[in-house]
C-alpha cells in the first residue's frame, strides 16, 4: 500500500494569503513612489516660480526706484518680495529630506497661495500690475496641482519616513510667566527702567543674536501705549510676548489702504515666525471706519497662540493671514470684515465685539479667503460670544449685522456652540457680490446660543449648513482641525480639543 503526500491546506492559505499581501504592497509602494515623485517635481517648478517671482519684484523696485518702501507703489512691491521669500521658505521645507505630515504640507502649500493672493492685491491696490501677466496664473496653478496631490494622500499620512522633529519649548510657560517673579530676555519700557524703550528695538536685538538664543525668547512689554509699526519676521521663531494685561500694554498705529499702505503692509503689528506666542496685548489700529481696510494685527506664524489679546480697530482688523492660529480669551473690535484671511484658526472662548460703522454700512464679522477646495484653511468660532460693543449697542437696530460673507470663492467659517446677540440679522450670512461663491462656500453653524441664534430665515444657499450632530461638527474643533493637541499643551493656555 502507498502513500501520497497530501499537501497542508492551511500553510497553502497562508502562502498565497502572505503572497497576496506582498504584491498589493509593492502595488501600492510603487504607487506611492510615483505619486510622491510627481507632487515633488510640481512642489520644485512651485519654487522655481515663487523665486522667479521674488527676483521680478526686487528688479522692479530697482529699475522704477522704488529702493524707499514709503513710496507708493514700493510698498507693494516689499510686501511681494516678502512673501515670496516666506514661501520659497515653505517650499524648501517640503522638498528637503524631513518628514511632515499631510496637515502641515497643505497647511505650508495653502500659505504659499496666500502670500502670493497678498502680494498680487497689494499690487492691485496700487494701481501697479506686475502680476498681470502668465507666470502669476502659473504659480496659482502649480500650487493648486500640489495641492490636490497632497489631498489624496489620508489625512494621517506621512510623507516621508521619519517626522521633522518639534522640539518641546516651554513647560506651559505662556500661562506660569510671571512679571514678578519671573525672568524675560529683553524689557520693553517707555520710561527706560528695562532693557529697551521701544519693542521695535527689542525684536532687533533679537535679530542680532541670530542661532545664539535661546528656543523661546520671552519679550515683556509693560504697561504703556507704543505706538509704533512691528514686523516680526520668518526667521524670528518661537518669540514669546507678554504684557501687563489688555488695554494696559497697547501697540498702536493708524495705517490704512486710503493713506497709502496695502491691506498687508497696513497692519500695526505683523508676524511671519512660526510659534509666536502673545498674552495679555491690546493691538489696536485707530485709523477708524472711514479709512476702510486698516489692519491691527496681522498674523502668518504657524502654530501661534494668542491668550488674553485685546484686537482693536474697525475694517479688517485682525487679519488671519494664514497658517494654524489659535486665540482663547481674546476681545476682537470691528465693523467690517474684521476677521479675516486664509489661515486655519480657531477662537475659542473669545468676545467678538461689533462696533458701529458709518451710516450707510453693515457689519460683516467674518470674511473667509480661501481660494482653492484643497486648501485645508478656514476660521473656526467655538464657545465665544458675539456682542455688541458699548458704542453701538443703543443703536444696533439701526444696522443689519452678519456672521460674515464670501471673500474668496470657497470661503470656509463655522460658528459653534457661541452666543449670538440680537443684533445678527436673521439670514445670518451676506453676500459678497450677487452670487459669487454662495454654492462653493461652506459656511455653518451649530448649537449656537442667544438672539441672534435662531436658524429658521437662515440663508438658503448651498454652501450653507446646519449640523445636528457632534459628528458632523469635530471636524472644525482644535484637534482635528489645527491639530492643536499636539502644540498648544506646551503654553499651558488651557482649550478644549473637542465638542
Not at 319 to 325: G, V
Not at 389 to 412: E, T
Not at 424 to 434: A, L, T
Not at 490 to 499: D, Q
Request: proline share 3%.
Amino acid at each position: 500500500m502507498s502513500f501520497t503526500s497530501v499537501p497542508n491546506m492551511s500553510t497553502s492559505v497562508t502562502t498565497g494569503t502572505t503572497f497576496l499581501l506582498l504584491s498589493l504592497l509593492a502595488m501600492a509602494t510603487a504607487t506611492t513612489g510615483s505619486h510622491l515623485k510627481q507632487v515633488t517635481e510640481v512642489v520644485q517648478m512651485a519654487r522655481t516660480m515663487v523665486v522667479q517671482s521674488r527676483n521680478l519684484a526686487k528688479a522692479s523696485m530697482s529699475l522704477y526706484g522704488l529702493h524707499n518702501t514709503m513710496h507708493y507703489h514700493g510698498m507693494g512691491l516689499a510686501d511681494c518680495i516678502k512673501l515670496y521669500d516666506e514661501s520659497e521658505s515653505r517650499l524648501s521645507v517640503l522638498l528637503s529630506s524631513r518628514g511632515f505630515t499631510v496637515d502641515d504640507a497643505r497647511t505650508w502649500l495653502s500659505g504659499v497661495l496666500a502670500n502670493h493672493r497678498s502680494c498680487s492685491e497689494g499690487l492691485g491696490q496700487k494701481d501697479f500690475g506686475i502680476q498681470e501677466h502668465g507666470q502669476g496664473r502659473n504659480l496659482t496653478s502649480l500650487v493648486s496641482e500640489a495641492l490636490a496631490l497632497y489631498a489624496m494622500y489620508g489625512k494621517e499620512a506621512v510623507v516621508e519616513q521619519e517626522l521633522m522633529h518639534r522640539p518641546r519649548l516651554g513647560g506651559k510657560l505662556l500661562t506660569s510667566w510671571n512679571p514678578t517673579t519671573s525672568k524675560a530676555d529683553f524689557v520693553v519700557s517707555k520710561d527706560g527702567s528695562g532693557t529697551h524703550k521701544t519693542i521695535n528695538d527689542a525684536v532687533a536685538a533679537v535679530a542680532r543674536i541670530g542661532n545664539n538664543r535661546r528656543p523661546r525668547v520671552i519679550i515683556y512689554v509693560k504697561a504703556g501705549v507704543y505706538n509704533e509699526k512691528v514686523d516680526i519676521d520668518k526667521n524670528l521663531k518661537n518669540i514669546m510676548l507678554v504684557g501687563d494685561g489688555m488695554d494696559k500694554t497697547i501697540v498702536t498705529g493708524n495705517r490704512n489702504v486710503p493713506d497709502g499702505s496695502t491691506t498687508y503692509g497696513s497692519a500695526t503689528f505683523g508676524v511671519s515666525g512660526d510659534g509666536f506666542w502673545a498674552r495679555d496685548v491690546t493691538f489696536e489700529n485707530t485709523a477708524g471706519p472711514h479709512k476702510h481696510q486698516a489692519v491691527a494685527l496681522r498674523v502668518s506664524s504657524d502654530h501661534s497662540v494668542f491668550y488674553r489679546c485685546s484686537i482693536k480697530g474697525y475694517q479688517d482688523s485682525l487679519f488671519l493671514h494664514s497658517l494654524r492660529q489659535f486665540y482663547r480669551d481674546c476681545h476682537i473690535h470691528g465693523t467690517i470684515d474684521y476677521i479675516f484671511g486664509d489661515a486655519s484658526a480657531v477662537l475659542q472662548n473669545c468676545d467678538i465685539f461689533v462696533k458701529r460703522p458709518m451710516d450707510h454700512q453693515s457689519n460683516m464679522v467674518t470674511a473667509q479667503g480661501r481660494d482653492d477646495p484643497n486648501e485645508n484653511t478656514g476660521i473656526s468660532i467655538v464657545e465665544s460670544r458675539v456682542r455688541p460693543a458699548p458704542d453701538f449697542d443703543s443703536v444696533k437696530h439701526l444696522f443689519k449685522s452678519y456672521l460674515g460673507r464670501p471673500w474668496k470663492k470657497y470661503s470656509r467659517t463655522v460658528f459653534m456652540k457661541t452666543d449670538l446677540d440680537g443684533l445678527i440679522d436673521p439670514k445670518g450670512w451676506n453676500e459678497w457680490s450677487g452670487s459669487f461663491a454662495l454654492s462653493t462656500l461652506y459656511y455653518a453653524e451649530y448649537r449656537n446660543t442667544g438672539n441672534g441664534a435662531s436658524i429658521g430665515n437662515r440663508v438658503k444657499w448651498p454652501g450653507f449648513h446646519v449640523f445636528n450632530r457632534a459628528e458632523e461638527a469635530n471636524p472644525f474643533t482644535v484637534n482635528r482641525f489645527i491639530q492643536g493637541e499636539l502644540w498648544i499643551p506646551e503654553t499651558g493656555v488651557p482649550f478644549n480639543s473637542r465638542l
